[in-house]
C-alpha cells in the first residue's frame, strides 16, 4: 500500500493534506473512536488518535469528510478544498449520541459548514456564552459534588456549600437544570436547590450558561446551570471506586454525636424516634382549651426529648463508594450508578455580634469564643437512564435520578450572650433529610419529509422534599465570668421542638419543532418550543415548647434531661404547649407558559446570528392558612405577569481562529413564593425571620454581552468578557427591626448595575518549551463591579446608601495546572482558586456591613494508573493544603473565625470492561 | 357550748371540716359581752389576716348557679370581727347581704344590726365552700339574678362594733346576656356595653379613625388557640376609651377555667401612636404581632392620643409569637402625652406587664402582679412619667421589676428614653434566676436614661440595681440624663448571696456603687411594709415607723401630673389605692 502510494506520488502532483482535530460537542474534548471516510477524488478511511487529532495526505481536489462513531451522530465536513502541498484545516466536533441537543448541534454543524473548517470546540458552535465542566473534569477535580467543581469555572463562585453565584450574581439570578428540566429547591428559604446535593460521580457534564437565548426560561440572569446524569454507555461498562478521606481536624478526634444514632441513620435514613410521636394529635392544635392539663402532660411526656450530644472519641474517616455501569442491548441502552458517602466534619469557631454603644463606638454585644458545629452528612444518588432507538430518525429517552441527603448535626456554644448579659451554653440537636427524585421522558422524532424537520418532546416530573424532625435547642446559662454551674434558662429558644415539612414539586412538559433552510450564502435553522413549569408547593411545620408554670417546683440547676424529665412535665411544672403560627403552614403554585420563535442564521463566512423572542405568561399564588384554627381567613398573594423577552446574539468570525460575540437579551426576575406572601413566613431557629412583600413586583434585566474568543487549537483558548447588566426594579433583601429582633423583608429598589470583566486562558506549555509537554495551565479571572442603591428615605436603619450585592466578591481568580505522564501512567493537577472579600450580611444601626475576607484555596489531585490497560485506577487528593482561615470582619473586630481542616482522600476505582 | 367554742379557738388553725361539722355553721363566735371584755381598750386598726373570697367563674348568665369560695389565714389575728359578706349589683349599688339575700345589712349568720351583729374570731379556711354545696355560710348554690352587668362578691371583716370595715375580700363577676365576638376589625366608633361579654379571637383592630368605648363593669375574654394571638390592637388611628371605676373595673382576661387559667391564655392590650420614638426609621413594628401596616406605630406627634384607660384589668395574656417575642399585658407603642393610664393591673402576663416602646404617655397608678418576666420596661426611646407603682412578684415565675433600655440596637440612638418615675413599691419573689441569671429589682441597660425617685425594692433576686453596658450610661449619668434618688433596698439577693442583703455593696452592682454612694439616698433598712410576701393577699404599706416616711424622699415636681403630697418612698402610704379593682390572688390559690 505504501510503495504504491510512493509511486503514485512520484509521478503525480503532490498531494494535501487535511489535518484537524475532532471534539466532543457537549464538552469540547477530543473525541474518540471516530471513523473518517473522504469522498471525493480518494477514497480514504482513517481512525482519529486518541488526542481526536488526524491527518490525512489526499490528491487535490474537492472533499467531503464523513465522520461516524459509535459514540457520536455521524457528522460531515463538506466543500473541503484539498490543494497540492498545502494542509488544509478540517476541524469539527460531533455530537454525543443520546444527548436530547443531538440533531439541532448536527445541524448546526451544517449551518456553519461555512466556517467549520477552523477548528470548533462547541463553545466555539455555541449560539451563547457559556462555561462547561466534562465528566473527566468532574473526575480528575477534587470536588465530590456539583457545587464543589463549579468553584472552578470562570466567573462562578460558590457560596453556603451549595448555591451558586454567577458573575456575582446571587441565587436569585441563577437556575439549575437537569436534564434540560428545571428542579425544584429542598430548601423552603430558598429559590434553588443547593449543588452539593448532586454527586459528582452521577453528573456527566455541567455547563454554566451566561447568556441568553429564547429558548431557555425566560427567568435567567446570572447564569443557568446545566447538568446532564451519565450518558449512554458506547460499549459494556462496570466501573466500581471507593476513597476514605481524612481531615486534620476531624477524623480520629472527638465529635459531637447524637445518640439516637443507628444504622439506619448511618445510611441516612432517620430514626422514627425523631418523628413526632402519633399519640400527639395531627388534625388539632395543642392550643390551650383543646385538651385538658392531663392530656397535655401525656403530649409533653410522650415527645421525643433528646437534649443532649453524645460525644464520639475518635471520628471515622470520611468513605465514598460508587458503582456505575451500563450496556446496551441492540436498540436499547441502559446507564446506571449508585453512590453512597458519609463525610463528617468537625468546626470550631468563635462568633460575635456587634451593637453601637455610647458616642456611636461599635463594641462586642455577645461573644461566643467556643462555637462548634459538628455535621455528618449522609449522601445517597442513583440514576438509572435508558434510550431507545426506533430508527434513526426516532428516539426515546427515559432518565430518573434520585439523590438523599442526609445532615446530622450538633451545635454547641458556650459564651456571653449580650441579649441578657449572661454566660449562656446552647446545645441544638438538628436532623434534615433532603430527597430529590427527577423521572423524565423525551423523544426526538427526525421528518425528512417535511423538510429535514426535527421533533422534540420532554416530560419532567420532579419532586423534592425536605424533612426536619425534632430539630430541639435548649440553653443554660450562669452568671457572667463565673464558674457556677450552669443552670436551665427558661429563654424562649429553650426547649423548642421543631418540626418541619417541604414539598416542591414540578411538572413541567415542553416541546420543539425545528427545521433547517438554506438559501445560497444565508443558511439557517428555524425554531419554535413551548415549555410549561407548573411547581407546587407545600410546608408545614408546626412547633412546640415547655412552658414552666411554677418554677419553684423545679430544680434547674439538674441536667437538662432532668428539668424536662418526666417528673417535671407536670401541670404546675413544665407545660408543653403548641406554638405553631398560622403562617406555618402554606401552599403555593406557580405556572410558567412560555413559547418562543428563533432563527439561527449563518449569514455568509463570517456572520452567524441567533435572534428571537420568547412570551412568558407566569402567574404566582400563595396561600396562607392554618386548617386546624377555625374561622382562620387565608392569606393569599398573587402575581401576574406577561413578558415579551427579545434576545440577539451575534458572532462574528474575525479569522479562522477567533470569534467577536455580541449579545443582548431581556430577561426576568419573579418573587419567590415566600418574597410574595404578605405574612410572616417560618424563620428556621437562629436566623432571621421574614416577612414577604405582597407588593412585589418582578424585576425586568437587560443583559449585554460582549466577547472576544481565540482559539489557539486543541482545548487551548484565549478570551476575554465583558458584561453589563441593567436592573429595573430589582429585589433586594433589606432588614428592619421590630422591638426585639431583625425581620428581613424585600423591596423593588430602583435600579442596579452589574458589570465585570472575564479573563480566560488554557494553554499547553509545548508552545513554550518542548520539555514541559507535559504541562497544561488554565486559568481564569473574573472582575466584577456591582452597585446597588438603597432608598434611604425608606430603609433608614441600613447603615451602607450604596454597595456590592450581598454575597459578591469583586474578584474570583482559578489557576488549574496540569502535568500528565503517559509513560508514568500519572497525571496530577493542582488547583489554586481565590476570592476576594465578599459582603456577607448587611450592616444595620451604624454598623458597618459584615464582610467575609479574602479566602485562598489549594488543592492537588494525583492519579496513577495501576495497571498498563488503565483498568485500575489510584486517586490520591489533598483539599485546602494551605487551612484557609474563613474570617468575617465587621468594623475592625473579627466577628466569626474559623478553618475547616486539611483533608486527604486515598481511593481507587476499577474498570471491569 | 360558747366557752368550748372559745378552747377550741386557742388551738389556732382549724380546718374547715371541723368548723362545718360543728354547730351554728362552723363559726366560732364571742358573745359581744365576751369580746368586750377580751379586747379592753384595745382599738383595731387593721388585720394581719389574709383573706381572698372568689367564684367559679368570672363570666354568668342569669340563672347559673354561683359557688363562692374562700380562704382565711388568721396570722394569729385573735380579734373578734363581724363577719359581713353581701353581693352588690354594681350597676344600681343595690347590696344583697348573705345569707339570706337582704337588703340590710346582715352578717353572715342572718342577724341585723338591730338584732345585734354576731361577733367571732377568725377562722382558718382553706378553699372552703362558703355558699354553695355543703358551704358554711349558704348551703346551696346562688342563683344568678336577671340583673346584667358587674356584680361584687364582698367579704368584710368589721370590728366587733360592726360599724367599722377592717378588711375586705373582694370578687368582681359579669352577668351578661351573651358573649359576643368581636369582629376582627372595628372601623366605626362603638360602645361596648357591660351587659355582654365580647371574646377577642385573633387580632381585634381598632383602626379608622375609629374610638371603641368600652363601658364599665365590661369583661373582655381572649380566647386561645389563635396565632398571631388574641390581641386587643389600638392602630395610631384608633383609639379606646376603657373608662373603668373603682368598682366596676374593666377586665381582660383568660377565657380558662379559674383555678387554671396560665399566663399566655391569650395576648394582650396594645396600643399604637404616633410620637415619637429613636429608631433611625422612625417607624417600627409592634413585638409579637406580624408586620402589617397596622402594626406600625412612631411618628413626630408628641402628643398623639392613643385613648385613656382607667381600671382596667389584663390578666393571663402575654402569648409568644416568636422565640423572644411574647405580647405583654399593656404595650405601648410611641402613645403620646394626650393619652391617659390610671389605675391598671397586669398579672399573670407571659411577658413583660407594662411596656413602653418609645413615646411620650404618662401613666398613674399602675399594678404589676405575678409576670413572668418584667413589669415596666421601656425601650426604644420612651420618656413618659409614671407616679405610683406596685409590683408583686410570685415564685412561679418572674425577671426583673423594672428594665431600662435607650435602644437594644443602638445605645446611643437620640433621642435619649428618659422616663421619670416616682413612687414604687417592688416585690420580689426571692428565687434563684431563672430565664435571666441576673435578676435585681431595678435593671439598666443599653444606654438608659431617666429618672427614679422614691423606690422600694425588697426581696429581688440578685440585688436591688443591676444593669448592663454601664458605660454607655455613664455620659447620661454625667450630663444628669440618668438619676436615681430615695431608694430603700432590703434583703434582694438574700438566697443567692446572704450577707449582701443588708449592705450598700451588696445591694447595687459594683459599677454603679459609687453613684449611688454619692448623696443619692441609697438606704439598706427593712421597710417595714405590712404584708409584702403574703402572695395572694398582699398589703403594701409601710408601717408608721417605716424607713420610707424617713426624709430622704424626694419631692415630686410640681408639673401638674405628679401629686406632690406624695411625701414617702414608696407606692403607698396609708391608704391602699389597690382596693377592691384589683385581683392579687395567685392563681394556684384558685384552684378548687
Redesign the interface.
Known amino acids: 500500500m505504501a510503495g504504491l502510494l510512493a509511486l503514485a506520488a512520484w509521478g503525480q502532483t503532490p498531494p494535501g493534506t487535511v489535518s484537524g482535530s475532532v471534539f466532543d460537542a457537549s464538552n469540547g474534548q477530543p473525541a474518540k473512536q471516530v471513523t473518517i471516510r473522504t469522498e471525493g477524488p480518494q477514497q480514504q478511511t482513517v481512525e482519529v488518535n486518541q488526542d481526536g487529532t488526524f491527518r490525512l495526505n489526499l490528491a487535490p481536489g474537492k472533499y467531503i469528510l464523513r465522520l461516524t462513531s459509535p459514540l457520536y451522530m455521524d457528522a460531515a465536513v463538506e466543500d473541503l478544498d484539498v490543494n497540492s502541498g498545502e494542509v488544509a484545516e478540517a476541524s469539527t466536533v460531533m455530537a454525543p449520541k443520546g444527548q436530547s441537543t443531538v440533531v439541532d448541534v448536527v445541524e448546526r454543524i451544517s449551518a456553519v459548514a461555512a466556517t467549520a473548517e477552523a477548528a470548533l470546540t462547541e463553545r466555539k458552535l455555541s449560539a451563547v456564552v457559556s462555561d462547561s465542566l466534562s465528566n473527566e473534569e468532574l473526575k480528575s477535580g477534587p470536588a465530590s459534588d456539583a457545587a464543589g467543581a463549579l468553584e472552578k469555572v470562570t466567573g462562578v463562585s460558590v457560596v453556603d456549600g451549595g448555591y451558586v453565584f454567577v458573575r456575582g450574581l446571587g441565587e436569585r439570578y441563577s437556575s439549575t437544570m437537569l436534564n434540560n428540566a428545571m428542579l425544584p429547591t429542598t430548601e423552603p428559604e430558598r429559590r434553588v436547590v443547593p449543588l452539593d446535593l448532586f454527586p459528582a460521580s452521577l453528573i456527566d457534564n455541567i455547563k454554566v450558561l451566561k447568556t441568553y437565548s429564547p429558548d431557555l426560561p425566560g427567568e435567567f440572569s446570572g447564569g443557568l446551570v446545566q447538568m446532564t446524569t451519565v450518558e449512554f454507555p458506547a460499549q459494556k461498562t462496570l466501573n466500581v471506586s471507593v476513597s476514605y478521606g481524612f481531615n486534620t481536624q476531624t477524623t480520629f478526634n472527638r465529635f459531637l454525636g447524637q445518640s439516637t444514632n443507628s444504622t439506619g441513620e448511618a445510611l441516612g435514613f432517620g430514626a422514627s424516634a425523631r418523628d413526632l410521636p402519633g399519640s400527639i394529635p395531627a388534625d388539632k ?1 395543642l ?4 385538651f385538658t ?1 392531663q392530656e397535655f402532660q401525656q403530649f409533653g411526656r410522650s415527645m421525643p426529648r433528646q437534649y443532649e450530644v453524645t460525644p464520639i472519641r475518635s471520628m471515622r474517616p470520611s468513605q465514598t463508594y460508587s458503582v456505575s455501569g451500563g450496556n446496551s442491548y441492540g436498540k436499547l441502552g441502559v446507564v446506571g450508578a449508585l453512590t453512597f458517602s458519609s463525610s463528617p466534619q468537625h468546626i470550631n469557631e468563635a462568633r460575635r455580634f456587634l ?6 463606638r461599635p463594641q462586642i454585644f455577645s461573644d461566643y469564643s467556643d462555637f462548634n458545629t459538628d455535621t455528618e452528612g449522609v449522601r445517597m444518588g442513583a440514576v438509572l437512564n435508558a434510550a431507545y432507538r426506533l430508527n434513526p430518525n426516532n428516539k426515546l429517552l427515559f432518565r430518573n435520578m434520585l439523590t438523599r441527603d442526609s445532615d446530622q448535626q450538633s451545635r454547641v456554644f458556650t459564651g456571653l450572650n ?5 454566660d449562656v451554653r446552647s446545645t441544638r440537636l438538628q436532623w434534615v433529610e433532603r430527597q430529590l427524585f427527577s423521572t423524565g421522558v423525551e423523544g426526538e422524532h427526525a421528518v425528512a419529509s417535511l423538510g429535514n424537520s426535527l421533533f422534540f418532546w420532554q416530560f419532567t416530573y420532579s419532586l423534592s422534599n425536605r424533612n426536619e424532625p425534632n430539630l430541639v435547642e435548649t440553653i443554660r ?3 457572667t465570668g463565673s464558674d457556677q454551674q450552669f ?1 436551665f ?5 429553650s426547649g ?1 421542638h421543631f418540626f418541619s415539612k417541604l414539598n416542591d414539586k414540578i411538572y413541567e412538559p415542553q416541546g420543539g419543532w425545528s427545521k433547517p433552510f438554506f438559501s445560497g450564502p444565508v443558511s439557517g435553522i428555524f425554531k419554535l418550543g413551548f415549555r410549561g413549569t407548573m411547581r407546587r408547593r407545600d410546608f408545614d411545620s408546626r412547633r412546640f ?1 415547655f ?6 417546683t423545679i430544680n ?1 440547676d439538674a441536667p437538662t434531661s432532668v428539668v424536662l424529665g418526666d417528673a417535671n412535665i407536670r ?2 411544672g413544665f ?1 408543653m ?1 403548641e ?6 403552614k402554606y401552599t403555593a403554585n406557580m405556572d410558567i407558559y412560555g413559547g418562543f420563535a428563533m432563527v439561527d442564521l449563518a449569514l455568509g463566512p463570517k456572520w452567524r446570528l441567533v435572534a428571537g423572542f420568547r412570551i412568558e405568561d407566569a402567574n404566582i399564588q400563595v396561600r396562607t392558612i ?1 386548617p386546624l ?1 377555625p ?2 381567613q387565608p392569606a393569599l398573594a398573587n402575581l401576574v405577569n406577561r413578558d415579551w423577552l427579545p434576545s440577539v446574539n451575534a458572532i462574528y468570525a474575525l479569522n479562522k481562529r477567533q470569534n467577536l460575540r455580541f449579545s443582548y437579551g431581556r430577561t426576568v426576575n419573579r418573587p419567590d413564593f415566600r418574597e410574595l406572601s ?3 413566613f417560618t ?1 428556621i ?1 437562629g436566623g432571621y ?1 421574614t ?1 414577604g412583600n405582597p407588593d412585589l413586583k418582578r424585576a425586568v434585566i437587560d443583559n449585554y454581552d460582549a466577547r472576544w474568543e481565540w482559539f489557539l487549537g486543541g482545548n487551548q483558548l484565549l478570551a476575554a468578557s465583558y458584561f453589563h447588566k441593567r436592573f429595573k426594579d430589582p429585589i433586594e433583601q433589606i432588614y ?6 431583625l ?1 428581613q ?1 424585600f423591596i423593588n429598589v430602583a435600579g442596579s448595575v452589574n458589570q465585570g470583566l472575564e479573563l480566560e486562558y488554557r494553554q499547553g506549555m509545548a508552545r513554550f518549551s518542548p520539555k514541559l509537554r507535559a504541562f497544561a495551565l488554565q486559568s481564569n479571572f473574573t472582575y466584577v463591579d456591582s452597585k446597588v442603591d438603597i432608598p434611604v428615605d425608606r ?3 441600613l447603615t451602607s446608601r450604596n454597595r456590592p450585592l450581598v454575597g459578591q466578591s469583586r474578584y474570583l481568580f482559578n489557576v488549574i495546572s496540569e502535568w500528565n505522564q503517559p509513560k508514568w501512567r500519572s497525571n496530577a493537577r493542582f488547583y489554586l482558586n481565590t476570592v476576594s472579600r465578599r459582603l456577607t450580611d448587611v450592616g ?3 454598623l458597618p456591613d459584615v464582610y467575609q475576607e479574602r479566602q485562598a484555596f489549594v488543592d492537588v489531585v494525583y492519579q496513577f494508573a495501576l495497571s498498563e490497560n488503565g483498568k485500575w485506577n489510584m486517586r490520591f487528593s489533598a483539599e485546602n493544603l494551605t487551612d484557609n482561615r474563613y474570617k468575617y470582619t465587621q468594623a475592625d473586630f473579627i466577628v466569626r473565625d474559623f478553618r475547616i481542616g486539611r483533608t486527604f482522600t486515598i481511593g481507587t476505582s476499577y474498570s471491569f470492561y | 357550748m360558747r366557752t368550748r367554742i372559745l378552747a377550741i379557738a386557742a388551738l389556732g388553725t382549724l380546718g374547715l371540716q371541723a368548723f362545718a361539722a360543728s354547730s351554728e355553721r362552723g363559726f366560732q363566735f364571742l358573745s359581744a359581752s365576751e369580746a368586750a371584755s377580751e379586747l379592753g381598750a384595745v382599738i383595731q386598726t387593721g388585720s394581719s389576716a389574709a383573706m381572698w373570697v372568689w367564684t367559679d367563674k368570672v363570666v354568668y348568665s342569669p340563672g347559673d348557679q354561683v359557688t363562692v369560695r374562700w380562704t382565711v389565714k388568721p396570722n394569729n389575728d385573735f380579734y373578734p370581727y363581724t363577719i359581713v359578706a353581701y353581693r352588690q349589683n354594681n350597676q344600681t349599688g343595690a347590696k344583697s347581704y348573705l345569707p339570706n339575700n337582704n337588703s340590710t345589712a346582715t352578717d353572715i349568720f342572718g342577724n341585723t344590726v338591730d338584732q345585734g351583729f354576731r361577733i367571732t374570731r377568725l377562722p382558718a379556711a382553706n378553699k372552703a365552700v362558703i355558699v354553695g354545696q355543703g358551704g358554711s355560710v349558704v348551703s346551696s348554690t346562688l342563683t344568678v339574678p336577671n340583673e346584667l352587668g358587674m356584680h361584687t362578691i364582698v367579704v368584710q371583716l368589721r370590728d366587733y362594733s360592726g360599724g367599722r370595715v377592717l378588711k375586705a375580700a373582694y370578687w368582681k363577676l359579669g352577668v351578661v346576656s351573651a358573649q359576643e365576638d368581636l369582629p376582627s376589625n372595628i372601623t366605626e366608633s362603638r360602645t361596648l356595653t357591660n351587659d355582654k361579654a365580647y371574646r377577642i379571637r385573633g387580632i381585634v383592630t381598632v383602626r379608622n379613625n375609629a374610638t371603641l368605648t368600652v363601658n364599665p363593669g365590661t369583661f373582655l375574654i381572649g380566647q386561645p388557640g389563635s396565632q398571631p394571638p388574641s390581641v386587643l390592637l389600638v392602630a395610631t388611628n384608633g383609639k379606646l376609651v376603657a373608662e373603668g371605676t373603682k368598682s366596676r373595673p374593666i377586665i381582660m382576661t383568660s377565657s380558662q377555667a379559674v383555678g387554671s387559667r396560665q399566663r399566655g391564655d391569650w395576648g394582650g392590650l396594645i396600643m399604637l401612636g404616633q410620637a415619637p420614638i429613636n429608631d433611625p426609621g422612625g417607624k417600627l413594628t409592634i413585638e409579637g404581632l406580624p408586620e402589617l401596616p397596622e402594626t406600625n406605630y412612631g411618628g413626630s406627634d408628641a402628643n398623639h392620643n392613643c385613648g385613656s384607660l382607667k381600671y382596667v384589668r389584663v390578666e393571663f395574656a402575654g402569648s409568644l409569637l416568636r422565640p423572644n417575642e411574647e405580647t405583654n399585658s399593656f404595650t405601648w407603642g410611641a402613645c403620646g402625652k394626650a393619652t391617659k393610664a390610671e389605675y391598671l393591673q397586669a398579672s399573670y402576663g407571659l411577658d413583660d406587664s407594662f411596656e413602653w416602646f418609645g413615646g411620650t404617655m404618662d401613666a398613674k397608678y399602675l399594678v404589676g402582679a405575678f409576670g413572668a418576666d418584667d413589669y415596666f420596661d421601656g425601650q426604644i426611646g420612651w420618656s413618659g412619667r409614671v407616679q405610683f407603682g406596685a409590683v408583686i412578684a410570685n415564685s412561679d415565675l418572674s425577671n426583673r421589676g423594672m428594665e431600662m433600655d435607650n435602644y437594644e440596637r443602638d445605645f446611643a440612638a437620640k433621642p435619649l428614653g428618659k422616663p421619670t418615675f416616682y413612687n414604687l413599691t417592688f416585690i420580689g419573689n426571692a428565687a434563684n434566676g431563672f430565664d435571666e441569671s441576673d435578676s435585681p429589682c431595678l435593671y439598666f441597660r443599653r444606654g438608659a436614661g431617666g429618672i427614679y425617685n422614691n423606690i422600694i425594692c425588697q426581696n429581688w433576686t440578685t440585688r436591688g440595681v443591676g444593669g448592663a453596658n454601664l458605660d454607655a450610661i455613664q455620659p447620661n449619668i454625667d450630663n444628669g440624663d440618668f438619676n436615681m434618688n430615695g431608694i430603700l433596698l432590703w434583703e434582694n439577693g438574700k438566697n443567692t448571696t446572704p450577707a449582701a442583703a443588708s449592705t450598700l455593696a451588696g445591694q447595687v452592682l459594683a459599677g454603679l456603687q459609687a453613684f449611688a454612694g454619692s448623696s443619692r439616698n441609697f438606704l439598706v433598712a427593712d421597710p417595714l411594709l405590712a404584708r409584702p410576701l403574703e402572695y395572694s393577699d398582699p398589703d403594701l404599706r409601710p408601717a408608721p415607723n417605716s424607713p420610707a416616711y424617713r426624709a430622704s424622699f424626694v419631692q415630686p415636681p410640681d408639673d401638674g401630673f405628679f401629686d406632690q403630697s406624695a411625701t414617702y418612698i414608696g407606692a403607698f402610704d396609708q391608704s391602699n389605692w389597690m382596693e377592691e379593682w384589683t385581683q392579687l390572688v395567685q392563681e394556684q390559690d384558685l384552684k378548687p
Open positions: 392544635r392550643f390551650v382549651g383543646n392539663d451593637v453601637n454603644s455610647g458616642g456611636g449580650g441579649g441578657n448579659n449572661q446559662g450562669r452568671e443552670r434558662l427558661n429563654l424562649p429558644e423548642l415548647r412552658f414552666p408554670v411554677r418554677a419553684q434547674f401541670p404546675d407545660v404547649r406554638i405553631t403560627r398560622g403562617t406555618d392554618d384554627v374561622g382562620m404578605p405574612f410572616e424563620n431557629v425571620s416577612v428592619r427591626p421590630t422591638a426585639s429582633e425581620r423583608s430603609f433608614p436603619q444595620t444601626f451604624r
